[in-house]
């Protein structure tokens, strides 16, 4: 039993808005550009530089993050991100450098850093610095998922103290 005329339209008039729907944009027009004109300059070179080092020029995104550094020392954000890079090359010393500064910085605004620091105690088997940051970490959340997951993460390293 064939589709007769009417469903086959029917069909392909459906087809076609479920189409149009996935490629409209999903912000107001001019919201993005009003974003990216509303952060400051060392906000917006650190979004560049991200995206660089999570896309095709990541050596190039991390060089930009340093240059960052460089030029404005207080920037939490791009120390933040340049520390979850040094983690994930194997870098604990430079990443528990660059969560302490973030920390030292601003610790309300990245609370985060609290986690990864922890976690780059552990790495180090610094045990009871890894604890205690976990354990700062723990009272910023409210999350009951990520709690439970660090108190995981406490456990096992209580039970290797």
């Given at each position: 039993?064939?589709?007769?005329?009417?469903?086959?339209?029917?069909?392909?008039?459906?087809?076609?808005?479920?189409?149009?729907?996935?490629?409209?944009?999903?912000?107001?027009?001019?919201?993005?550009?009003?974003?990216?004109?509303?952060?400051?300059?060392?906000?917006?070179?650190?979004?560049?530089?991200?995206?660089l080092?999570?896309?095709?020029?990541?050596?190039?995104?991390?060089?930009?993050?340093?240059?960052?550094?460089?030029?404005?020392?207080?920037?939490?954000?791009?120390?933040?991100?340049?520390?979850?890079?040094?983690?994930?090359?194997?870098?604990?010393d430079?990443a528990?450098?660059?969560?302490?500064?973030?920390?030292?910085?601003?610790?309300?605004?990245?609370?985060?850093?609290?986690?990864y620091?922890?976690?780059?105690?552990?790495?180090l088997?610094?045990?009871?610095q890894?604890?205690?940051?976990?354990?700062?970490?723990?009272?910023?959340?409210?999350?009951?998922?990520?709690?439970?997951?660090?108190?995981?993460?406490?456990?096992?390293?209580?039970?290797?103290?």
């Amino acid at each position: 039993m064939g589709l007769k005329k009417p469903q086959l339209l029917a069909l392909l008039g459906a087809l076609v808005v479920i189409v149009l729907l996935f490629m409209a944009p999903r912000t107001p027009a001019g919201k993005e550009a009003a974003e990216v004109r509303s952060m400051d300059p060392a906000q917006a070179k650190t979004q560049e530089a991200i995206a660089l080092v999570n896309g095709q020029d990541p050596m190039r995104g991390i060089m930009m993050l340093r240059e960052i550094v460089e030029e404005h020392p207080d920037n939490a954000e791009a120390h933040m991100h340049l520390g979850l890079f040094s983690i994930q090359s194997g870098q604990y010393d430079k990443a528990l450098a660059r969560f302490q500064k973030v920390l030292e910085l601003d610790s309300v605004g990245f609370p985060d850093a609290w986690f990864y620091l922890g976690r780059t105690y552990a790495t180090l088997d610094s045990t009871p610095q890894a604890i205690a940051s976990l354990k700062k970490y723990r009272t910023l959340t409210q999350d009951t998922a990520i709690i439970n997951g660090v108190d995981r993460f406490l456990l096992e390293l209580e039970n290797v103290k």
